[in-house]
């Protein structure tokens, strides 16, 4: 497929152009860097941008703009199957799987717009989403300007201490198998908080005593539990990675929050930041020097928590176009 408006024409990416891809995606990265110096550099690795571009190409189109022979952009996605449980198939670029060139974001970013929402269309996606590198306003106004809407943000810090202290009459500490049970009570109330309004989202389920037995067996997974005598109060959970977390904080010395949850009568006492420092300070000895979280934009209970102490690295937004209802 190709096209063409004044001196940019779309084509389909080919493997010879994706080292001009990641020189473009790598742009963009560097400048999150200064914004955000706990950035892994993994992502800057040519074989590590190819080997993700080669993959993707396999089963999906990625467009490029061309302006003359020179690549000024791309965007691809995959598409998946009941995306986020909400029974759409979805087109989704990740933020790797997409860059324009600096100065051109609106004019370039449309144009691959124009061709993708027509091809993801033709393939049956009901839904549009996209993640980008956080820090370019300009960028940010152009998928806004397009219908799309935040959905995710996933921010980093580095496990330094927070110095937080511990409200009195509480205590914590780590896990163990044999509290799986109540890790499990306070995982249902969780759940419960994103069915729940503003969130709204689809159901989740619960894990078992044995499933969440299990997960704390496996290193270096851990959660750490705040109790208010033999209450249970409060819970943080981490583990290597997140499912469906952004690929540029992903590291050998990186470990991810996957969960987080205060009774709402605990709430505002500093419970959270307190479990927070207690596995910061433990990962940090074990050798981890940065910590991500991703949370839902629209849950303003951890919008307002985690953007205090982690630093926003990437937004996904998402689109329904009217046409697909
Ligand atoms: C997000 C959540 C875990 C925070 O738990 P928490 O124990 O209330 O957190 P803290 O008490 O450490 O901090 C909460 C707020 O209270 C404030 N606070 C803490 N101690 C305080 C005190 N002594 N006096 C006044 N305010 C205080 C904090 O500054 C913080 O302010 P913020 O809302 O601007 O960030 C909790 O709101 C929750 O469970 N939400 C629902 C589930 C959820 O969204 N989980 C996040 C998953 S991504």
Redesign the pocket.
């Known amino acids: 497929m190709s096209s063409t408006t004044s001196k940019i024409s779309i084509a389909t990416l080919i493997p010879a152009d994706f080292p001009d891809a990641g020189s473009l995606f790598r742009e963009g990265f560097l400048r999150l860097c200064k914004q955000v110096p706990e950035l892994p550099a993994r992502i800057l690795e040519e074989s590590v941008l190819k080997e993700k571009l080669e993959r993707l190409s396999q089963s999906h189109t990625i467009s490029g703009a061309f302006e003359g022979e020179k690549l000024v952009g791309y965007l691809g996605a995959f598409f998946i199957d009941d995306f986020r449980d909400t029974g759409r198939k979805a087109a989704f670029s990740p933020e790797w799987a997409h860059a324009v060139q600096k100065g051109a974001e609106a004019r370039i970013n449309n144009l691959l717009y124009r061709e993708a929402a027509a091809l993801w269309g033709s393939q049956g996606c009901t839904m549009h989403a996209i993640t980008l590198l956080a820090g370019n306003a300009v960028e940010e106004k152009v998928w806004f300007w397009n219908s799309f809407g935040m959905i995710v943000v996933d921010a980093l810090r580095s496990t330094q201490t927070l110095n ?1 202290s511990l ?1 009195e009459g509480f205590s914590i500490r780590q896990a163990s198998p044999d509290d799986a049970a109540a890790i499990c009570e306070l995982e249902a109330e ?1 759940c419960q ?1 994103y069915s729940a309004p503003p969130v709204c989202m689809p159901p989740r389920s619960v894990s078992t005593t044995e499933e969440m037995g299990e997960f704390l067996t496996r290193s270096p997974n851990s959660i750490y539990l705040a109790w208010h005598g033999d209450h249970p109060a ?1 819970y ?1 959970q981490f583990e290597k990675t997140t499912f469906g977390g952004a690929s540029v904080i992903q590291a050998e010395d990186s470990i991810a ?1 996957t ?5 709402p009568t ?9 479990l ?1 420092d207690e596995g910061l300070k433990a990962y940090a000895e074990r050798g981890f020097t940065r910590c991500s ?4 934009s629209m ?1 303003p ?2 919008a ?5 102490y982690f630093k926003p690295v990437c937004f996904s937004l998402v689109r329904y176009p009217e046409n697909t209802a």
Request: glycine share 6%; charged share 20%; proline share 3%.
């Open positions: 937080a409200p969780h908080h409060a943080i929050i969960g987080a949850y205060t009774r605990f709430r505002g006492r500093n419970l959270a930041a307190s927070l979280v991703d949370f839902e849950n209970e951890a307002s928590f985690w953007m205090r």
